[in-house]
């Protein structure tokens, strides 16, 4: 923030001093002579520039009319410009009458040389403007390109330690000791659970290959991972989903879900003796989309807020949406621990 403040004074008085180099070189071109007066009023001129300049810049932060602009915004954009003009050239022409920095040679009043400047001086205000605004555009540009490169390498993170963690020793024992218990006892059980088990790994190996999926898809992944730990767990394990279906298409970052659900089930099912309740939610609420897991348990420094899951979960929200999106993981009444994902609508 302190870098930006000193780069943005920097140009802001480079730029004048430039504006007051060009004056002085065309008036010594054209009229081979600068007067007293004409060094102070370009005094005057820079001075008063730098303050409403300044002024400008600050209620197009407040109003939040930086680039993108949209709709009405421009509107109250090109507004704001025009009264900065207008009060740069009321107050130039005012100072140069009452501190009679002009030629008494030629008649005129504040009204006048209010014109006069207002047309004169106009452009450098909107010059101002376009170098402003182009510095943001370049700006924003430069920050989504950085953003992206982040987002890649945090994906590729997620897909090895998602990988990893799918197929590291513990995961698999279990998973082919449930499955092998099935062969004899139900056949039928034991091949669609071996079903469940590619569809998992193979859906973790593709995570690196698209930014985002649909809730529909990520659904079934998750299906498939609670159906293969509800045979662990038997009736410990009670799963519920309340699932609006105008939200199942739409996007959401891939086993982004199905890791909270694996958190749920690891800090939260997999402690309690006499198991509990994973129930998955998707609604809209307002203008956004809120995906929510919750699971029987308390918070009570079980969770690692600073895990992979949480930490990834947040980075990745923050990569794709700014924001627009959001993430709360917190204890609620009845000893239910909930993680809430909100997202903007995808229209």
């Not at 180099?21 to 600068?34: G, R």
């Not at 040389?113 to 047309?119: P, S």
């Not at 079903?195 to 299906?223: A, D, G, P």
């Amino acid at each position: 923030m302190k870098n930006t403040q000193t780069k943005y004074w920097l140009c802001q008085f480079g730029g004048w001093f430039f504006y007051a180099l060009t004056m002085l070189f065309f008036a010594y071109w054209f009229e081979k002579n600068v007067s007293a007066i004409f060094w102070k009023r370009i005094l005057l001129f820079i001075s008063l520039g730098l303050i409403f300049t300044h002024i400008l810049r600050y209620f197009l932060h407040q109003n939040k009319l930086l680039p993108p602009l949209k709709g009405n915004m421009w509107a109250t954009f090109f507004l704001l410009v025009l009264l900065t003009c207008v009060a740069y050239s009321l107050s130039s022409s005012i100072f140069i009458q009452w501190l009679g920095w002009f030629d008494r040679s030629l008649k005129g009043n504040v009204q006048k040389r209010f014109v006069y400047n207002l047309f004169a001086d106009s452009p450098i205000i909107f010059v101002w403007t376009s170098i402003y605004y182009i510095w943001h555009y370049v700006e924003d540009a430069r920050k989504q390109e950085v953003d992206k490169v982040k987002l890649e390498s945090l994906v590729k993170e997620l897909e090895l330690k998602t990988i990893k963690s799918h197929i590291n020793p513990h995961f698999i024992f279990n998973a082919l000791n449930s499955i092998r218990a099935l062969v004899d006892e139900n056949p039928e059980r034991a091949r669609t659970a071996i079903t469940e088990l590619s569809n998992l790994l193979r859906s973790s190996m593709q995570t690196i290959k698209v930014e985002t999926t649909t809730l529909e898809t990520e659904l079934n992944i998750v299906k498939d991972y609670l159906a293969l730990e509800h045979i662990r767990f038997e009736d410990r394990l009670k799963i519920e989903y309340d699932i609006d279906d105008e939200t199942l298409d739409q996007p959401v970052p891939p086993m982004m879900l199905q890791t909270l659900v694996e958190n749920a089930i690891k800090h939260g099912i997999g402690k309690i003796k006499e198991g509990g309740l994973i129930k998955i939610i998707s609604d809209f609420k307002g203008d956004a989309h809120e995906l929510i897991v919750q699971n029987t348990g308390i918070l009570n420094g079980s969770y690692n807020k600073h895990g992979f899951g949480i930490a990834s979960t947040q980075n990745r929200l923050q990569l794709l949406y700014g924001n627009k999106a959001s993430f709360e993981l917190k204890d609620t009444q009845h000893e239910i621990v909930q993680a809430k994902i909100t997202l903007p609508i995808s229209i």
